[in-house]
Structure formats: structure tokens, C-alpha cells
């Protein structure tokens, strides 16, 4: 036997290794937390992310574009040699590619899935809320909205504008999570900025607004969205590139973020991420709530939200139907049952921080 085909062999058992790691570890979250996430995790990432972060473009949006090629060359290689003695080699060179890809992705980034929930890290106890609780939660939000919307620039159309460029928008972000690593040690330590995406338009027909990438260990974002939800955008992926892999939890860190940063700009658009969550889920529980506080809305925040849905409605179709159920699977496949429902568990977060807020002992914004 060659030693390459050993090789291979090796590297194809790394899979089922790593998924029974993954197997037991889960259980012992704190585990993970204080030697992964805190400590080697987190180490990796902050050199990985400085080293990449020296090219101003996303090395992830190359390297997938490289892995994806690859998978298809050996596909086809496969294909060739379906009926010949190269055949358990050609399966072999597939298994063992992805076996690997999916070793350093649980190496480098996956076990974040299974820290401690950032509830327990920041002592946000999460309990259960009424629809009157909710509603509150709405109203509060909204008129934060409104109050905001007021001193922030808009287009010839009325909706908000942002004074920043994308790239400026990414230099800002620092300052959220300089500002938040006051009171969440866990979000401090310096990383590469977050990065805009060269193909953002046809990555928009996914319906997809940003991605971690953890070989890069880059924060990548889809410039090609609304400019109210840009700036909560490059908060949320620069959570993951920090280690909060679950998606409930990075929205309510870029939530927090938002609302923690000394511009206007960030603050909206932390609210409106908030806002646009807890109205959902607001109308999943209650319809003449939810229509009543969406008609507390100012004309101007109105209008942004119009323009929210316009854009997104431009590109709907097939491939966002299709990357939504790989994005479910992907996020059911690390833990996170509801898949791409998932995102509405942040209202669980905000509501332990507004209940909180009411008892004068929380630090957020």
C-alpha cells in the first residue's frame, strides 16, 4: 500500500474522530468555553485574523471559490473512473478532502456551537415572558427608533442614509467591541476589520448578508444591502470572527453593539435589528399587537422599512430558496435545532436585557 493512500486513510477517519469528540464535549460546555473558546480558539483566530487582515481584499471569497474547484476537478475524476481500478483512490481523495476541510472547521471555529450560551456569560437570565412583556419590549424599541431616525440623513427618497463608506463603516465597528469589551471580557483582544465581498450583488440573489470564514478567520460582508442594516451587518459577523458562533447570539451582541457606539448611524441600526425581530415575533403571537405597534412607527422609519422589504424583494427566487435550506441544514447540523429559525431566539436576549433595564442593573446601551 502507498504511503499516500495511508495517508488518505488517515485523514478520512479524522471525520468520524472529530464527531465523537464533538459527541462528548458538547456535554461539558464550560469545557469548551474556558480551554477552547477562551483560550486556544480565541488565540488562533486573533493571529489568523491580523495575518489575513493585512490584505485589504477577503481571502475567504478566493479560497472558496478555490475549494469549490477542487471539489469539482475530484468529482469529476470520480466520474472517470467509475468502472475502473482507480476507483476506491478517486473516493478516496474525495473523503479524505472533505474529512479534512471539516476537521479544521471544528478545529478552528465549530466547537464555538457548543460554549457556554452567552446568557450565562454576560448573567442575562432568560425566563419566560408574556405578550404583554413583548408588546413592551416593541413599544420601547420603537420609540428608541423613531426618537434616532429623527437625526440621521436620508436620500432624495426619505430613507436613511449613511455618511460612511462601507470601509469606514468597518474601521467603526472596532469601536463597539472596544466599548463592549469593558463589561464582556470575552469580546476583547484585537482582530483583522471586517471585509466587503467582491461578488456582494450576486451573493444578494442568496439572500445571504455576510459570512465568517474560520480558515481566514475573516469577517465578510455583503456590501450590497440596505445602508440601515450595514453597520448591524459588520457587527454580527465580526461576533463570529470573536467566537459566538450561534446566530441568535451574534445578533444580539451586534445589537448591543449598535446601541453601545457613539454614532447615530450604528445605534438605529442596532435598535431597527432588534426592532424587526421583536415585531416578528410579536406577530407570531398576537396579530392586533403587532399591528398596533407597527403603527407607531414615524413616517421616516416607515419608509426605511418599506425599503428594506422593496430591496429584498428584488431578489427572491430559486437560489435564496435554496441557499436558505443549506444555510438550515447547516445550522441544524451544529446544534442549532430551528435552523435558520434560530435568529428569532435573539428576542429571548433582548427581553432578559429590557427586563433588567427595569430593574436598573443592566450595562448595555
Known sequence: ?????????????????????????????????????????????????????????????????????????????????????????????????????????????????????????????????????????????????????????????????????????????????????????ELDGEYGLAKGIILSKPMTYTGITGIYMPYTGEANVNVNITDMMLPSTVLHEMAHQRGFAREDEANYIAYVGGVNHPRKEFQYSGIMLGLIHSVNALGDKDMEAYKNIKSKYSRKVRRDLNYQSEFWSKYEGSVEEYASKVNSNYLKSNGQGDGVESYGRMVDLLMAEYKKKLKGDYYGG
Open 1 to 185: 500500500m502507498k504511503k499516500s493512500f495511508k495517508i488518505k486513510i488517515i485523514i478520512s477517519f479524522l471525520t468520524p474522530g472529530i464527531l465523537i469528540l464533538k459527541t462528548i464535549l458538547k456535554n461539558y460546555p464550560y469545557v469548551i468555553e474556558n480551554y477552547y473558546s477562551k483560550g486556544i480558539n480565541k488565540f488562533l483566530i486573533k493571529i489568523l485574523s491580523k495575518v489575513t487582515g493585512v490584505f485589504p481584499f477577503s481571502l475567504a471569497e478566493f479560497l472558496v471559490g478555490i475549494l469549490s474547484i477542487t471539489l469539482i476537478i475530484l468529482i469529476i475524476k470520480l466520474l472517470r473512473n467509475f468502472n475502473k481500478k482507480e476507483l476506491p483512490n478517486s473516493i478516496l481523495n474525495i473523503t479524505s478532502y472533505l474529512s479534512l476541510l471539516y476537521f479544521l472547521f471544528m478545529v478552528m471555529w465549530g466547537f464555538n456551537y457548543y460554549r457556554l450560551p452567552l446568557s450565562n456569560i454576560i448573567n442575562l437570565p432568560v425566563e419566560k415572558s408574556s405578550k404583554e412583556d413583548l408588546y413592551n419590549l416593541c413599544l420601547s424599541l420603537v420609540e428608541r427608533a423613531n426618537a434616532l431616525r429623527e437625526e440621521l440623513d436620508e436620500d432624495s427618497n426619505g430613507v436613511m442614509k449613511l455618511q460612511l463608506s462601507s470601509k469606514e463603516v468597518f474601521k467603526e465597528g472596532k469601536i463597539s467591541y472596544e466599548n463592549l469589551s469593558e463589561n464582556i471580557k
